[in-house]
């Protein structure tokens, strides 16, 4: 397999979700206009969609390093796993997996959490907050490394990261309320990731997973919908411009090496807790 050979196969699943996407955003914006809650605000939406543009852009840029990086693994480890159904079934829970570990770190070290501050600075929870994806995200590919050295063709593996990318944008929202216990002891909800967004003391670093909630059960991390979120940073951003949003963690980690006098300072500063 090639390169050229993987981007005929791979369908762009997100560019066929679109219309659904922006659809739903719509219809949630019609359904809340009178709403004393206020969860749409003007700035705040127009930051996300910003933020979300900005993101697309990066990701079209970056798609075939991307795809690149899936294919050096591929290639260069001796074994090769058929592609079956188990394969599939497989691929999405290494992916899953990768991605729980990924947002894990990244709210616990500082230089991962840069890549990632963005999608927590609106203090609304909706669809549009699904769109503040960090336009510094893709350093996190290498969290996906053992995904991609897995001997599962990377077509399997890249279908199953765009569903498992496409799946998190419906549990932005408020306006779906809690969903039968089967599907919530299994799957991530927007119950489970209003939780994740709250900046309440005991939802803080809770529910990260993805699409399935089973690993927060299994590593301690879950916590169930109890009170009311209270959405945002522990300490709010004041600004609403993309570009300030997706670099004052970097900024500001800049400042600080710059003052560093040790490789323990250094060390600290980048892979301390945010």
Known sequence: MNLQQLERELLPLTAYAAPVIFGSVLLEFWLNRHDDEHRYESQDFWSSVGIGLGSLIINGLLKTSVFGMALFFFEIIPWRIETGWWAWLLAYFIIDF??????????????????HVTHHSSEH????????????????????????????????LLTCYQINLLYQFWIHTEMIGRLPGWFEFFFVTPSHHRVHHGSNDRYIDKNFGSSLIIWDRLFGTFQIEDEKPVYGLTKPVESFNPVYLNFHVWADIWRDLRHARSFRAVWGILFGPP
């Open 98 to 115: 990768c991605n729980y570990s990924a947002h894990f770190i990244a709210h616990k070290q500082r230089v991962w959490w840069a890549t």
């Open 125 to 156: 929870l909706n669809f549009s907050t699904a769109f503040r994806n960090s336009w510094t995200q893709h350093l996190k590919l290498v969290f996906f490394i053992p995904a991609w050295a897995s001997g599962i063709n990377p077509v399997v």
